[in-house]
């Protein structure tokens, strides 16, 4: 059975620094991806990284600011989230598929993803 477990997650003041982690039971997944939910709002994409370590794609609102890793042997990625703005408070969720796309509109729709993680709050002050 997959399953998808993230830890990491709190509250940190703005400017600070969290890591994210989503460990992946079962199997491994070509695509593994991040996407966040705010309250009140849709659920968002954040980043997804290929199997291939190269190909990742950032949502425009996180460039230069977080970074996603992945360990292939240890079936684990991770999000570096840098320079948090209260903006980014939202609960995060790791998402696991069976394609990368190379097209944004692809890599950041839900329905492209099977598995989903249980969620780790992010939350940053001002």
């Known amino acids: 059975q997959v399953q998808l477990v993230e830890s990491g997650g709190g509250l940190v003041q703005a400017g600070g620094s969290l890591r994210l982690s989503c460990a992946a039971s079962?199997?491994?997944?070509?695509?593994m991806a991040w996407f966040r939910q705010a309250p009140g709002k849709e659920r968002e994409f954040v980043v997804v990284?290929?199997?291939?370590?190269?190909?990742?794609t950032y949502a425009d609102s996180v460039k230069g600011r977080f970074a996603i890793s992945r360990d292939n042997i240890k079936t684990t990625v991770y999000l570096q989230m840098n320079s948090l703005k209260p903006e980014d408070t939202a609960v995060y969720y790791c998402?696991?598929?069976?394609?990368?796309?190379?097209?944004?509109?692809?890599?950041?729709?839900?329905?492209?993803?099977?598995?989903w993680g249980q969620g780790t709050q992010v939350t940053v002050s001002s």
């Open positions: 998402a696991a598929g069976p394609t990368y796309y190379s097209d944004y509109q692809e890599s950041a729709r839900p329905a492209n993803y099977n598995y």
């Open positions: 990284i290929g199997r291939n370590l190269r190909y990742t």
């Open positions: 079962g199997r491994t997944f070509n695509a």
